[in-house]
């Protein structure tokens, strides 16, 4: 099994950048691509970004491309989602989460298989 702890979240003013990383521990070798996704009150669990973790190919939601980068350090088994250019509407909670062999990128929630419990990012506008 996996388990993911995320961390980095926390209040900033817009137009200001948050880095959260996700520490990946473990079954570390089953994992074949990462995602970060975001849930705002009264609203559905939107795809972020993902990267595929060994060969490194990224993927952003229309919304934050430009704005936010996914990386992964392999050596430390972490990914971080770098949030810059922040706006108020990018407030929610944010969760990585990791997925077994798909053979592509996912970006629906049902794409993953292992989820942390989030962390709150909230823009003040």
């Known amino acids: 099994q996996v388990q993911l702890v995320e961390s980095g979240g926390g209040l900033v003013q817009a137009g200001g950048s948050l880095r959260l990383s996700c520490a990946v521990s473990?079954?570390?070798?089953?994992?074949?691509?990462m995602g970060w996704f975001r849930q705002a009150p009264g609203k559905e669990r939107e795809f972020v970004a993902g990267?595929?973790?060994?060969?490194?190919?990224?993927d952003y939601s229309d919304s934050v491309k430009g704005r936010f980068t996914i990386s992964r350090d392999i050596a430390k088994t972490t990914v971080y989602l770098q949030m810059n250019s922040l706006k108020a509407e990018d407030t929610a909670v944010y969760y990585c989460?990791?997925?077994?062999?798909?053979?592509?990128?996912?970006?629906?929630?049902?794409?993953?298989?292992?989820w942390g419990q989030g962390t709150q990012v909230t823009v003040s506008s």
């Open positions: 990267i595929l973790w060994n060969a490194g190919n990224t």
């Open positions: 473990g079954r570390t070798f089953s994992v074949y691509g």
């Open positions: 989460a990791a997925a077994s062999w798909r053979g592509r990128l996912g970006v629906w929630s049902r794409d993953y298989d292992v």
